[in-house]
């Protein structure tokens, strides 16, 4: 039973001024009641204490009365605004949720609704995506653009409303639109259901941590030129933990996330990689992290010094913090996992953790104290990657079983991998040999269309948008992971695979070395997906299917398809609509790593996609 627990007299207006430790530490407040963000200038403290005692009676009541069925409707207000933000010395007028860079987070409990309103100030189209969302029956929420809907345009507003159904852990929100991303994001954290605990000891506290990428240059001119050219576009200038990037870059000593702990207690950290073109590896000095959780889906815990995360991935981890007060600080560090041929933002973010000092001796004169590095392995260190991959295991218990697909429908097999494109006449073009980089699935670009393809699927309009003959295999084979055939074009195209309802699929996903080997995590919306196997070099299939995983595999929604290997995934096409699948390196996605899978509608009632609601963005 859902519950509509907030009227327009209840709203909390909360003031999310700084993304600070203050705040991400005080979860355990935040969580009774709906939180609702807005744009609105803070309050006066004593005013807003009094405004949440008030509110956390109110809220009290319906919990209280409706504590069996616990799923509530969470509203959230999203403002999209341009925000001066100064990094590394410069500042920057960038695109924001209500003002804020890391944007407001999002908390639910697993089986709640959420509504959030978007409106749109700024001059830019935008829409959004709720990263790892199953959306089931909901794919017009689901916001890639051109993908489930147009692009909200200036002025207009779309209300996304979506259930989180059988997830529970981190998930994000980002913009879904050209390069926005880089400064449009947000944590999603999903608490089990009321009274349901975690499969793990119950941490003292939790606590976001959410990578980015920062340009000094206006990410959308890189961009755009980037695609005219042909050529790459630059890199980075740093990463970032929580919006900041620390104290390894110039200019940044004052950008530092802190993150304090008390001695003895553990700490659930939920590590995002909302960073655009990298996957990271991340540590902490001198301790060891637990890995509990992957793109929201528990998984079997081991302990790790180093872990590593891609584009598009979530990880929860515990961390144990030690039973006395060291007299050093600790760095949190991320930096690159790079395999590509292209020149990478070879930086390294810092955080630092601190240990609190018993609470009367917390005003005594802070010393400054040594800060001890975080050991992190070479930026191309595959094998640590390929390990640490394997060890991501489904719980696969009682509780929390693995549905992996024993029979399979339909096979598929995918190239992924970068190519060429022909440069228009009267231009020269900065790709290999006065071409245009571009990057493809199965040799095909894909090109957006200028309708969304839902819309088209769902009224019957696909004619002139989207064709449904993606190739399910390769049209020209070749040593995909040897020397790279003669002609390296690709072709451009907007095609679909039309799976019907309940499909069970099986996806190889084989990585080519054209112009260069490169991992690339890809990402499947509208599923999870289990990951049954993974090679370096080419997939055999008459060998490789036998050592397939089907008992345990990892459960997500992004992937990392190895450096010159590849991966094999299997998922039930048991949501319908139409549903993205591509290279969560952003710069990949532009150049057309990206196809559809369009699922349709069962017989049942509950098996058919509803009809959109009426404020659909118009294109
Ligand atoms: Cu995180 Cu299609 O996106
Ligand atoms: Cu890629």
Redesign the pocket.
Known sequence: MTISCISNQNIVYYPFSQYHFRILNSFKGNLKGTMMVSSLPPYSSAFFRAVLLALSVLWLLPEMAFAKHAAITRHYKFDIKMQNVTRLCQTKNIVTINGQFPGPRIIAREGDRLVVKVVNHVQYNVSLHWHGVRQLRSGWADGPAYVTQCPIQTGQSYVYNFTVTGQRGTLFWHAHISWLRVTVYGPIVILPKRHASYPFPQPFREVPIIFGEWWKADTETIISQALQTGGAPNISDAYTINGLPGPSYNCSAKDIFKLKVKPGKTYLLRLINAALNDELFFSIANHTLTVVEADAIYVKPFKTQIALISPGQTTNVLLRAKSKVPSTTFAMSARPYAT?PAAFDNTTTTGILEYEKSSSASNSTIKKLPLLKAALPKFNDSTFAMKFNKKIRSLASAKFPANVPKKVDRRFFFT??LGTLPCPQNQACQGPNNTKLA?SVNNVSFVQPNIALLQAHFFNKAKGVFTSDFPANPLIKFNYTGTPPRNIMVKNDTKVVVLPFNTSVELVMQDTSIIGA?????HLHGFNFFMVGQGIGNFNPNNDPAKFNLVDPAERNTVG?PSGGWVAIRFLADNPGVWFMH???E???SWG?KMAWVVNDGKGRKQKLPPPPSDLPKC
């Not at 490169?518 to 890809?522: D, K, R």
Request: glycine content about 12%; aromatic content about 0%.
């Open positions: 590509g992924v991998g990057a490169e991992s690339h995590p890809l398809v290279c969560h390196l710069v990949h996605t790593l």
